[in-house]
């Protein structure tokens, strides 16, 4: 791990990376000590999602996180990382009440250190997002499938899978384009379209479950480490099994614990042989 200190990305950066066709990474992180290490490697985003909803909390839904929880994460997420963008969710509820409740919830993202906010939906929010990046709030899109609202009338089934769902994803992507946002998560849909948006946009489009075809991808950290096992779509490449090196873990200390393996003499302290003398003779005094 390279202790090197790196540049900060800017969106700027992320936006030439489209140009010169170099692909976009992007990770969820929701906590410092996970984003320590995030900080330390080439990634070129942070996503602080709303996923922490299920991967954090143990909800049932991502509708079910609030701001308050929100922010806990966002600020020890932004006090590790200081190379790349850090893009928050905006949690659902936080942004559907109005112009100024919305606006003034994406300000308590930037001052808290974020870089960005990150809604999901398409045309029926594009008012929204053109309020905010008016206002220099700089803004990612989500569409595609919806966690916060597709699972409720079509449950977690992939998108654009016909010629008609391809357009109407299309001019969603472009509706949010031409509202100002500097990048789009396309979430589950089939890689013909993916690649087809990613050709008609000219903002990056960031691909979870999508193919190949895109500017950039993005996984939940949770799942490519396979330290969450609930959930374990097909689009999830797993690098690690964290969650079964953390159980024989846990079982080694228990049992070392028990059996008086552990501590041994390297995790220990001492007082001096002069200090201990001492001690005894105060307490047969005693
Ligand atoms: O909340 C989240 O983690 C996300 C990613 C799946 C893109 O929105």
Redesign the pocket.
Known sequence: MSLQKKSKITIADILNKKKNKEKIT?L?SYDYSISRICNQTDLDMV?I????ATVMMGYDS?RKIGMTEMLTFCKGVVNAITRQVVVA?MPFGSYQLGKSISIKNAFKFLRCGCDAV?L?GGSEIVDIIKNMTELGIPVMG?IGLK?QTTPLHHGYVSQGKTAEEAIILLNEARALEKAGVFSI?L?KVTSEVASVITDNINVPI?G?GCGPHVDGQ???IHDMLGLYKDFEPKFVKKYLNLSDQIFDAINAYETEVKSGKFPQEEHMYHMTDEEFTKLEKILKRV
Do not use: C, N
Not at 49 to 52: H, L, N, T, V
């Open positions: 992007m969820t996503l999602g709303d996923s922490a991502t969710d990150k999901e989500h966690p998560v979430e960031i979870i993005v996984l939940v």
